[in-house]
Every structure is written in C-alpha cells, then in structure tokens.
C-alpha cells in the first residue's frame, strides 16, 4: 500500500451559523476546543498507516479553522505531517498579525480566506460577520507576514444580487491580487431558514446563474488567470514567477487520488472504500478518548463507480482526460455528436470539454455517461 498522500483536517467550531450553510459545523462551545484537538491527535495516530510517508497536502478547513483556541491550534500545527503545500481556510475577522506570523512559522504556505461579496447588505443576507474591510486587512497582514500564496473565495446568486454587485466582488478581489479565487454559486439546500427567508428571491438567481458564471469567466480570465477548475482560478506561470498555483489539495479530489479526512464529518477515500465520521462532536470525543476509531460509515467504491467518479470529476478541470482512465463510463455514440456540437474534443487518446462545454458542465457530463 502507497497510502494516501492528502490529508484533510476539519476544525467544526464557528461563531455563528450562517443559514445557507450545510457542513458540519459547531456553534461556541469553546470550552471543548483543547478536547477536540486532542482527539484529532489520536486519529491522526491511528490513520498515520493510510498515509504515504510524504504527503503532496495538508487542508484545514471548517467550520472556521482560525477560531480554534490559539494554544489548541498551535498544537495541532505542530502535529501535522509535513506537506508540499499546507492550507487553512481562514475568515477575515479571525486574522491577526499574531495569527499570520503562527502560520507562517508552523510551514503554512497558503491561507484561503472567505471573502464571499464586498457589499454589506448581502453580506447580512449571508448572516457573515466580516466587512470588506477585514478583508482587506487581512490579505494585508497575510502580505507582512511572508504568504505569497493567497486565496480568495467568492460567492454568487445572493438574494439581492444583480450583475453591477458581481462585477464590483471581482474589481474589489483582483485589487488584493490574490494567487488564487474560487467564485461558488450560492446552493442553499431545501429546507433549511434560509429558504424560507429568501425563496422566491432565490428562484430568480437561479435564473440568472449562467450569466454570472459568464461574467466570471471572462473577467477573471480577461486579467491574467487561468481558469482551471469549474470553481477555480490562479494566476498563470508567467504572472507568477512560473509557479504553478493550482490549488494542490483540491486537484487531488479531481485527480480521484485517495485522501485521508479527520475529525467530525470528515470523508476519506481510500483503496475503494469511502469513510463517513460521525458527525456528533460527542461521539467522535467519546470515541477517541477511549483510543478506538470514531464511529464511520463504509461505502464500497466498485471500480466502475470510480471510473464514473474519475470522469464527471476530471472534465471539470481543464486538462484531458485520458481515455484509458475512464473505459467503459464513456458513451462513444455520445461522445461523437458532443464533439461536433463543440462542447467536447477527444484525441491522442484523451478526453475534454471546450470551453462552451465548460459553462455548460454537468448537462454534458451527463450525456457523455454511458
């Protein structure tokens, strides 16, 4: 066994909830943070056989990983396995100078701060806490601290959103000059408050979500970046110091590499079995305290669901596909009529979508499917 050579690491606690939100997540309990890193700690002890002894990433995310107690977090930092590139997701209002120089001295080299829209009003809609103003602040102290791999996270489709709003995100975020963007469209799961609150407001983005999507494309691409993922977005080599600025961690889910997750809700993928932790704080604590595993659910991947996963995974980036890694989840008749439409090319062996395939995505997928 190789091992996995991705680690995720989840951090659930949160200051608040925001109501569009569907991870797994933690409000206050603060008094439980030195317990919980605990517990990571021997799961990590327990799991170090299913990782390879060199690791190409390490990605804490959330929850709000930056809230974690400091003496907690520091802990934590100091116990994880060395990693090309080390990630926290970080919220604005949770930066300081202390913070920054923390992470730079623990070998984090890339900070992922959720910025999400630059106006306060749909900021409030979103229930955030931070103001652009923290955003700002906290790309700058990032900045004094040594990161030069910085990335942003934007959000669209908010209730109240029109397209003036999604170009001035755009303007606001390329002036910090970020490595790296991600733009999401909002998905606010059925039933939950923020549905209720913002349904039929919710209903016309959706209308306009293509638009959107567009808009970010061709603004972000038009300033020098590549767009390399559905979602994603770095600066290309030649503005980069010829450093490739793809996100490590995330090419590794749409590579289909195995990946190790710790901590509550966390997932892993390894040799054909995927593994669900609980997501109960309490039973993932009990569990480890008593040095056993934390209580999981186990999925057996079928080669055939992996080569499925492999493809719908794969076009959304924007390199080839080999054929040979996806034989048999491909419907050739399909693939043909794609490919004369324009939304695919297929060859020397490889498979991908052109970019008006792109913006269409998952209803090409779908097609290709045998």
Not at 119 to 126: I, N
Request: charged share 25%; with cysteine; proline share 6%.
């Amino acid at each position: 066994m190789v091992g996995a050579r991705h680690l995720y690491v989840h951090l659930p606690f949160c200051a608040s909830r925001c109501g569009y939100c569907d991870f797994v997540t933690v409000v206050g309990r603060a008094d439980t943070h030195g317990r919980y890193v605990d517990a990571l700690l021997r799961e990590l002890e327990l799991e170090r056989p299913r990782l390879a002894p060199r690791l190409e990433s390490v990605y804490l995310g959330g929850g709000t990983p930056t809230l974690t107690a400091p003496p907690a977090f520091e802990r934590l930092l100091d116990a994880l396995p060395p990693a090309r590139e080390v990630t926290v997701e970080a919220n604005p209002e949770t930066v300081t100078s202390g913070l920054a120089s923390l992470l730079a001295r623990k070998s984090v080299n890339r900070v992922s701060i959720g910025a999400q829209t630059f106006h306060m009003h749909l900021l409030d809609v979103l229930d955030r806490r931070a103001g652009p103003d923290d955003v700002r602040r906290s790309v700058h102290l990032l900045r004094d601290a040594g990161f030069d791999n910085i990335s942003l996270d934007l959000v669209y489709g908010i209730p109240g959103q029109e397209p003036a709003h999604v170009a001035r995100d755009l303007e606001e975020a390329l002036a910090l000059e970020p490595e790296h963007l991600s733009a999401y469209e909002l998905e606010a799961k059925p039933g939950t408050r923020f549905t209720h609150a913002h349904g039929a407001e919710l209903e016309r983005q959706a209308e306009t979500m293509e638009s959107y999507f567009e808009q970010v494309v061709e603004t972000l691409t038009a300033s020098g970046y590549r767009w390399y993922e559905t979602a994603s977005f770095c600066r290309r080599p030649g503005l980069a110091g010829g450093r490739d600025l793809r996100a490590r961690h995330n090419l590794g889910y749409w590579l289909g590499r195995d990946y190790l997750g710790l901590g509550i809700g966390a997932v892993s993928t390894i040799e054909n079995r995927r593994l669900r932790n609980t997501p109960s704080l309490g039973r993932y604590l009990e569990a480890l305290e008593r040095r056993k595993p934390p209580p999981r659910d186990v999925e057996y991947l079928p080669t055939h669901v992996r080569v499925v996963e492999r493809l719908m995974l794969g076009l959304r980036l924007d390199e080839p596909v080999p054929l040979g890694d996806v034989a048999g989840a491909v419907d050739e008749a399909e693939l043909g009529r794609l490919v004369e439409a324009g939304l695919a090319a297929s060859a020397g062996g490889s498979l991908t979508l052109t970019p008006r395939g792109r913006f269409l995505g998952g209803a090409v997928t779908a097609r290709l499917l045998a």
